[in-house]
């Protein structure tokens, strides 16, 4: 239950990182960024909440997504 609630802390930081966007014309390396936080909740320490430089191209509405695929994936095993 204790790793229930942290997973759910780290993602709701997550959440709260992506409201900034960038202005970059590049398009981002969406699968970089889902590894990185998925790498990011499995080393899970802390309070890491800090947004995975892989995202930082990544739009909020993208990592919204990832972060709730991740979540659910999480609470299901």
């Given at each position: 239950?204790?790793?229930?609630t942290?997973?759910?802390?780290?993602?709701?930081?997550?959440?709260?990182?992506?409201?900034?966007?960038?202005?970059?014309?590049?398009?981002?390396?969406?699968?970089?960024?889902?590894?990185?936080?998925?790498?990011?909740?499995?080393?899970?320490?802390?309070?890491?909440?800090?947004?995975?430089?892989?995202?930082?191209?990544?739009?909020?509405?993208?990592?919204?997504?990832?972060?709730?695929?991740?979540?659910?994936?999480?609470t299901?095993?």
């Open positions: 239950m204790r790793t229930r942290a997973i759910t802390a780290v993602l709701l930081a997550l959440v709260a990182t992506t409201a900034a966007c960038s202005s970059s014309s590049d398009k981002p390396d969406l699968a970089a960024c889902k590894a990185a936080l998925e790498k990011q909740v499995k080393e899970f320490k802390g309070t890491q909440s800090k947004r995975p430089d892989a995202c930082d191209d990544v739009d909020a509405k993208t990592m919204d997504q990832y972060i709730q695929e991740i979540f659910d994936d999480q299901t095993k």
